[in-house]
């Protein structure tokens, strides 16, 4: 069973922090995405990366970085955390390659920003 | 660009009545279409996907979907529903080789006893 872990299903944190969030998967897949989670938006790309140290802005990357140093592991960094940051973000995996790539979720993080 | 139009928020149906979830789908090239379901608290579960051969696609929990090109359409389907289908359904169309998706807003689906 393919599993994708995120470090925390709640985090609070005050304005200004800098805000990590961790996710780990163990199918040695090669594509990783970091998703931000809005009532009525849907699902949006934050950053893509589909290697390790490589990485590609997805729709809504402004605020926010990345981070791949290992295959498995692919953190989203928030420099400097704001409310309008508040949201649940999802992490996902696939293999790489031509096709229809299934993605695979995590359970989700729900950031609050005070 | 891509993009994927889910028009109905929210959809409430009776337990054993049947569902249709509308998804219209914007792309250039011949889509990978897919059908994901959110349970409350919970991530995304792929429950079907489309990529080529025959449109009618059969997926997990019942469901199946519809591709219709001339329509630009994946509408999902299940004959009967049950109470534990009550989830957020999000149609995504696959991008970049289908290395990357772009969702649809999603539908909130509310099943009545």
């Known amino acids: 069973d393919v599993k994708v872990t995120q470090s925390s299903r709640y985090l609070v944190k005050r304005t200004g922090e800098k805000v990590f969030l961790e996710c780990v998967q163990d199918?040695?897949?090669?594509?990783m995405f970091w998703y931000r989670q809005d009532p009525g938006l849907g699902l949006r790309l934050i950053y893509f990366?589909?290697?390790?140290?490589?990485?590609e802005k997805g729709d809504i990357p402004e605020g926010y970085s990345v981070s791949r140093e290992k295959k498995e592991r692919f953190s989203l960094i928030l420099e400097s955390a704001s409310t309008n940051q508040t949201s649940m973000y999802l992490c996902?995996?696939?293999?790489f390659g031509q096709g229809a790539k299934e993605q695979y979720f995590g359970p989700g993080t729900r950031l609050t920003v005070t | 660009a891509q993009s994927v139009t889910q028009p109905d928020i929210h959809i409430t149906v009776s337990e054993g009545a049947s569902l249709e979830l509308r998804c219209n789908y914007s792309?250039?090239?011949?889509?990978?279409l897919f059908w994901y379901v959110q349970s409350p608290g919970q991530g995304l579960q792929l429950l079907l996907k489309y990529f080529s051969g025959d449109t009618l696609v059969q997926g997990i929990k019942g469901f199946e979907a519809e591709f219709k090109r001339s329509q630009s359409s994946f509408n999902l389907r299940k004959p009967s529903v049950h109470w534990s289908d009550a989830a957020e359904y999000f149609c995504?169309?696959?991008?970049?080789?289908?290395?990357?998706?772009?969702f649809g807003t999603g539908t909130q689906l509310k099943v009545e006893l």
């Open positions: 792309y250039g090239a011949t889509p990978y």
């Open positions: 199918m040695d897949h090669e594509n």
């Open positions: 990366s589909y290697d390790v140290k490589m990485k």
């Open positions: 996902a995996s696939s293999s």
């Open positions: 995504a169309v696959g991008t970049g080789g289908g290395n990357k998706l772009t």
